[in-house]
């Protein structure tokens, strides 16, 4: 069973619509969003909370709840208390408010940062006890700003903060944010491979058909592989060499992490990762 950490796909489902829902829970996603936000009309939401709470305790489930000050976010949390093993709060711009989430539910939280003043303040929300990682909202983001949500330079810098705040708080890399088109598969993995090279380890997802492109494109290569392995297999507590190139302890850290994430579980010489905090 994937967890939160290690998830690479992550796909959104209406949970207005229970038999989607099952579909979702059915596909090969590492874990389904089941939406209670965007994806469903007002008139839908009662309907929508109450499909939510009858899969939320599938530990495969995070359930998206309404953004706090929304007239639906209390009774989303009054719902899901002691019942979803995970929650996904959207618009999370401060501390406080994923705190409380996790305080009055006991749920993990994945806190969707999508627009300026949750960027600004990501270091504070990757701090808060009840995250276990951060997500990227890019759409939502780049309406406020603007922008283009495919321009990879005109989101790089924020998607970047997201990395730094999930490093500097020992938190697992970030979630990037959906790929709205669902006929451009190319475009699905320029984007996944994009956010790759910025740090990012995980997806949403909006449709089933992007899981494998985004499992692949996230991948390390073969080649990727083999440098790691000879890496780790030359490594020395001091500095030693390979193909010319110095091998020292960063080198060997980044080889390792990679290990880990084809292999599972720790990698041989793997650092010890004591900046992180305990979850």
Same mark, same amino acid.
């Not at 998206?64 to 007239?71: F, K, L, S, Y």
């Not at 938190?171 to 088109?181: E, K, Q």
């Not at 850290?253 to 599972?264: E, Y």
């Given at each position: 069973?994937?967890?939160?950490?290690?998830?690479?796909?992550?796909?959104?489902?209406?949970?207005?619509? #229970? $038999?989607? *829902?099952?579909? %979702?829970?059915?596909?090969?996603?590492?874990? !389904?969003?089941?939406?209670?936000?965007?994806?469903?009309?007002?008139?839908?939401?009662?309907?929508?909370?109450?499909?939510?709470?009858? *899969? =939320? =305790?599938? @530990? /495969?489930?995070? *359930?998206? +709840?309404?953004?706090?000050?929304? @007239?639906?976010?209390?009774?989303?949390? &009054?719902?899901?208390?002691?019942?979803?093993?995970?929650?996904?709060?959207?618009?999370?711009? $401060?501390? =406080?408010?994923?705190?409380?989430?996790?305080? #009055?539910?006991?749920?993990?939280?994945?806190?969707?940062?999508?627009?300026?003043?949750?960027?600004?303040?990501?270091?504070?929300?990757?701090?808060?006890?009840?995250?276990?990682?951060?997500?990227?909202?890019?759409?939502?983001?780049?309406?406020?700003?603007?922008?283009? @949500?495919?321009?990879?330079?005109?989101?790089?810098?924020? /998607?970047?903060?997201?990395?730094?705040?999930?490093?500097?708080?020992?938190?697992?890399?970030?979630?990037?944010?959906?790929? %709205?088109?669902?006929?451009?598969?190319?475009?699905?993995? =320029?984007?996944?491979?994009?956010?790759?090279?910025?740090?990012? &380890?995980?997806?949403?997802? +909006?449709?089933?058909?992007?899981?494998?492109?985004?499992? /692949?494109?996230?991948?390390?290569?073969?080649?990727? !592989?083999?440098?790691?392995?000879?890496? !780790?297999?030359?490594?020395?507590?001091?500095?030693?060499?390979?193909?010319?190139?110095?091998?020292?302890?960063?080198?060997?850290?980044?080889?390792?992490?990679?290990? /880990?994430?084809?292999?599972?579980?720790?990698?041989?010489?793997? @650092?010890?990762?004591?900046?992180? &905090?305990?979850?």
């Amino acid at each position: 069973m994937t967890d939160v950490a290690s998830a690479r796909t992550l796909l959104f489902v209406p949970a207005d619509r #229970s $038999d989607r *829902v099952a579909k %979702a829970l059915a596909s090969p996603a590492d874990l !389904v969003v089941v939406d209670l936000e965007d994806a469903v009309a007002a008139a839908g939401k009662a309907v929508a909370r109450d499909v939510a709470v009858s *899969v =939320a =305790a599938d @530990p /495969r489930v995070v *359930v998206r +709840v309404n953004a706090a000050g929304t @007239p639906w976010h209390d009774t989303d949390l &009054r719902a899901l208390a002691r019942v979803a093993h995970t929650l996904m709060l959207p618009k999370a711009e $401060d501390a =406080a408010a994923v705190v409380a989430l996790g305080r #009055s539910t006991g749920a993990a939280v994945v806190a969707l940062v999508e627009t300026a003043r949750g960027v600004l303040h990501a270091a504070e929300i990757a701090a808060a006890d009840p995250v276990v990682r951060l997500a990227f909202g890019s759409m939502d983001l780049a309406a406020q700003l603007g922008v283009d @949500p495919r321009d990879d330079v005109a989101l790089a810098p924020h /998607r970047a903060t997201l990395v730094l705040a999930s490093a500097a708080e020992g938190l697992p890399p970030p979630v990037d944010g959906v790929f %709205a088109d669902l006929s451009d598969e190319e475009g699905l993995r =320029a984007e996944t491979e994009a956010g790759r090279r910025l740090g990012y &380890r995980a997806k949403l997802c +909006v449709h089933p058909r992007q899981l494998d492109v985004v499992r /692949r494109a996230l991948a390390p290569t073969p080649d990727e !592989v083999a440098w790691a392995r000879e890496v !780790v297999a030359v490594a020395t507590d001091g500095v030693s060499a390979l193909a010319g190139h110095m091998i020292d302890a960063p080198v060997v850290a980044r080889a390792a992490a990679l290990l /880990r994430a084809v292999d599972g579980g720790p990698a041989p010489d793997a @650092p010890k990762e004591s900046h992180a &905090r305990p979850r």
